[in-house]
Nanobody
Framework: QVQLVESGGGLVQAGWSLRLSCAAS????????VQWHRQAPGNQREWVAT???????NYAESVKGRFTISLDNTANTVYLQMNSLKPEDTAVYYC????????WGQGTQVTVSS
């Protein structure tokens, strides 16, 4: 059974950093397009960043220059390095992996206090 497991969330102050991890079982991220999304209370889920199996990346304007998505093929893990965090980054962060099917993780909470 395919599983995506996110970790690394927590409570930090504005300006601090966090690194989220998304680890996969069964599937190989090298064959998938992996994305991070987030959902704040009362809001729709929004896309944050994408990395392909060839490590091509793309970012939402709201995080460009502050967040970095990366793929470690050896560890079969995708990371989201989040720097200069803002209170508006507070959300549950989810990773997804898409090829023929799309798989989702259970999410990890990120809370940024002002």
């Amino acid at each position: 059974q395919v599983q995506l497991v996110e970790s690394g969330g927590g409570l930090v102050q504005a300006g601090w950093s966090l690194r989220l991890s998304c680890a996969a079982s069964v599937i190989s991220f090298s064959l998938y397009t992996v994305q991070w999304h987030r959902q704040a209370p009362g809001n729709q889920r929004e896309w944050v960043a994408t990395v392909t199996g060839s490590s091509t990346t793309n970012y939402a304007e709201s995080v460009k220059g502050r967040f970095t998505i990366s793929l470690d093929n050896t560890a079969n893990t995708v990371y989201l390095q989040m720097n200069s965090l803002k209170p508006e980054d507070t959300a549950v962060y989810y990773c997804s992996a898409q090829h023929f099917d799309t798989y989702w993780g259970q999410g990890t909470q990120v809370t940024v206090s002002s």
